[in-house]
């Protein structure tokens, strides 16, 4: 099914299950730890054994030579697998370093062996007896130190590289009131609960991995292309996914040496990147240095706003989209945005929740409100007041939908933003100096491909099937809720099965896409059957309503799983999406207010209340929409106040790699949250006129906190994340 702008009305409108705050489906699964996670699939494959990915312990350089002879000796050891010994392997069209290195090393904890062994234990003991020597080579590690060696890196026509538009320069030196000023984000992890982890079965050439992937499909293609064995040969299972946030989109090393590990073992293999390869062998967030400059008249109107974003990755890689809402977030006669990509062989940079905007709005948000102090001026008054309902860029773009406005006025409202005071460091509770500061949210809404089957049986039983994934994020549950509100039929008559590649190629979940993109894919399967059901039944199916299990035309009344008597029905089918960025701009807004507490001596920050509100089509489910918000507020909270890879910028790694070293915020972290969503159907997005908001949720989060410390105590820090030692000098009591 093509989708054509605008949607019509359609039986999804009628809101009885979609829209609904439904409990999660899979819930007794997750809750009685039944759900099976890849490492768990005990039962998948009979005789399984375990490898133990070794990494290279140098950043750059060649291994020499590889002794694996007392590896080899070791109990237990069953195989080892090596660069020298895989044959030839490919590459996936999304890796930028090599999944096995050897003899080349392209970073730190690159896997270089495989150890297979009867026992995990054992081929830890044997992995440890490898010997490996190394001739290390001088790497670029410290992005401040490679700044001015970066590089314009190759446009893509989605995402250019730099953008221009009237006269900058001009009108920035023109302006009576302006802001120069540079921010910097750090490397940052995904850390998410469930390590990456792959079980892998040979049956003669067919392969089948279980393993815990967020794009099923790109899994599934890449792997093939790396092993290189047909993909029809290939099945990838990913039912159940302990976290992803952008660390599980890509084919990763787990999945390739379980598979390269179970052929030379010739028994299945399953294979986790523990905890402590992590950091080093899978992605990160990259590390920007972000320069904003913002000119404007007297009364606040934005004359001149540029965004330069610097960013490292390997050789191939691309840059951190940091500018990307510069583009679009406010009006500005005269702007300019340019990203800059040095080259850094620390592990490979990617996608982590919210690639570009997550950052890039850590930068240009707090710049907001350094501006807005600048110009006297309340910040969210400012931010109104240069609202664009058109993309500033290409005028004759409209946003599909932008209530940004709307947020915050009613966020203000709901959070007290009338008491804060506008200059900082004046309100204390006890040890505590308070503060509450506010930031934009905005992320683009991406619409991708996506198919499913739906099925229904003579019981009535409606079962969906997608290789769409769910990720923490809630997918069963709304897909559920489209087949239901589709079909009329009650939620518990509906199956859904997900993350098999067996099953119709969906969106996958990324990009904040897959709930509005998964579902409407469901829609169109759903509009087939109704067609089929309508037609076994004789029933003409444009006057046919379908509810309450069952189908009604005029005066007749038909129990739905009578059509499936004769045998069960199938529909299938896929949502497409034309060029719909040529018309309109799709993106989602909110707004976030955070008050914290800074301790007045000791400059450790606490948060007290935070809110989010919401706009982003139709909420599909209220409870899982909220928790995805809460968690990307949660998110948020870590990446101003604690996240970050430490780089040794000598040896080229990052130092922290594990959970203790690496902080995240726990639920102390995170005393009290609401979200409020608008209320709102857009009918450009999708037939089911929704929107994503699992990344908008960590949007602007950061810079809300930063201005909030800087509401609470009067001291402005621009690099993150903002820990008590850059506070502490320069707080108000300070000797
Ligand atoms: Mo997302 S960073 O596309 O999972």
Redesign the pocket.
């Known amino acids: 099914m093509k989708f054509e702008i605008p949607a019509t009305q359609n039986p999804i409108d009628q809101t009885t299950v979609i829209g609904q705050p439904r409990d999660r489906i899979d819930g007794p699964l997750k809750v009685s730890g039944t759900a099976p996670y890849a490492y768990e699939r005990h039962d998948a494959a009979p005789n399984q054994a375990y490898g133990y990915v070794l990494g290279a312990a140098i950043a750059k350089g060649r291994i020499l030579s590889i002794d694996l002879k007392e590896a080899r000796a070791a109990p237990g050891v069953l195989a080892i697998v090596t660069a020298s010994d895989a044959g030839k392997l490919g590459k996936g069209k999304r890796n930028t370093a090599t999944l096995l290195g050897g003899p080349e090393i392209e970073h730190y904890h690159q896997a270089v062996a495989l150890v297979v062994a009867e026992t995990f234990e054992q081929a830890r003991a044997a992995a440890s007896l490898v010997r490996v020597d190394y001739a290390p080579s001088q790497g670029a590690f410290d992005l401040a130190a490679e700044k001015e060696r970066a590089v314009k890196p190759p446009s893509e026509e989605s995402t250019p590289t730099d953008t221009q538009v009237g006269d900058f320069t001009g009108a920035f030196a023109a302006a009576p009131v302006s802001l120069d000023q540079t921010y910097t984000t750090p490397d940052e992890s995904h850390a998410m609960m469930e390590p990456h982890a792959t079980l892998a079965a040979w049956e003669g050439d067919k392969l089948t991995v279980w393993t815990s992937n967020?794009m099923v499909d790109w899994a599934a293609t890449d792997l093939a292309q790396t092993l290189g064995i047909p993909r029809a040969n290939l099945r990838v299972v990913s039912p159940f996914i302990g976290g992803?946030?952008?660390g599980k989109?890509f084919l990763r090393a787990d999945v390739l040496l379980a598979a390269l590990g179970a052929r030379a073992a010739e028994r299945p293999v399953k294979v986790t990147l523990h905890r402590p390869l992590m950091m080093n062998n899978t992605t990160h967030r990259p590390a920007t240095i972000q320069r904003i400059r913002i000119g404007a008249t007297k009364d606040g109107t934005i004359t001149a706003i540029g965004h330069e974003s610097w960013s490292g990755d390997l050789p191939g890689g691309g840059p951190e989209v940091a500018v990307q809402q510069t583009r679009l977030l406010y009006a500005g006669a005269n702007r300019m945005t340019a990203m800059r990509l040095a080259v850094l062989d620390l592990p490979e940079g990617n996608?982590?929740?919210a690639?570009g905007e997550a950052p890039g709005l850590m930068a240009l948000e707090m710049a907001m409100d350094e501006m807005a102090e600048k110009l006297g001026m309340d910040p969210i008054a400012f931010r109104v007041l240069n609202d664009t309902q058109v993309d500033p860029e290409k005028p004759h773009r409209p946003f599909s939908m932008r209530r940004l406005n709307e947020c915050f006025r009613i966020g203000a409202e709901r959070f007290g933003w009338s008491r804060r005071s506008q200059r900082p460091a004046q309100a204390r509770d006890g040890r505590w100096l308070v503060g509450i500061g506010v930031a934009s949210a905005f992320r683009n809404n991406l619409v991708t491909k996506s198919a499913a089957r739906v099925g229904l049986d003579r019981q009535g039983v409606v079962t969906v099937e997608t290789d769409m994934t769910d990720i923490g994020t809630g997918s069963y549950t709304i897909i559920a809720q489209t087949a239901a509100e589709m079909l009329g039929v009650d939620l518990d008559k509906v199956i859904v099965r997900l993350g098999d590649s067996n099953f119709p190629v969906s969106s996958g979940?990324?990009?904040q896409w897959g709930a509005n993109s998964s579902t409407a894919g469901v829609y169109a399967a759903c509009v087939k059957l109704r067609e089929t059901v309508a037609q076994t039944l004789g029933i003409n199916s444009s006057e046919a309503v379908f509810t309450d299990g069952e189908v009604r035309a005029g005066n007749r009344s038909v129990p739905l799983a009578r059509a499936a008597e004769a045998g069960p029905l199938v529909g299938e089918d896929a949502i497409e999406f034309g060029d719909l960025d040529e018309t309109h701009q799709q993106s989602t807004f909110g707004a976030h207010f955070v008050e914290v507490g800074v301790d007045a001596a000791t400059a450790e920050t606490r948060i007290r209340r935070m809110l989010a509100v919401c706009a982003a089509g139709r909420i599909l489910n209220p409870k899982t929409a909220r928790s995805q918000v809460i968690g990307a507020m949660t998110m948020g909270a870590g990446a101003a106040l604690m996240e970050e890879l430490a780089v040794d910028t000598r040896r080229g790694f990052f130092v922290n790699h594990d959970l203790a070293g690496y902080e995240v915020p726990v639920h102390a972290d995170i005393p009290h949250q609401e979200v409020i969503f608008l209320d709102e159907t857009d009918p450009m997005s999708s037939p089911m006129k929704a929107k994503g908001v699992g990344e908008l949720g960590i949007c602007g989060v950061g810079a809300a906190v930063a201005n909030a410390i800087y509401n609470a105590t009067g001291v402005r820090v621009r690099n993150y994340p903002i820990t008590l030692d850059k506070l502490l000098e320069r707080m108000p009591d300070a000797a």
């Open positions: 967020q992803g946030f952008g989109l996608a982590m929740r690639p979940s990324g990009g």
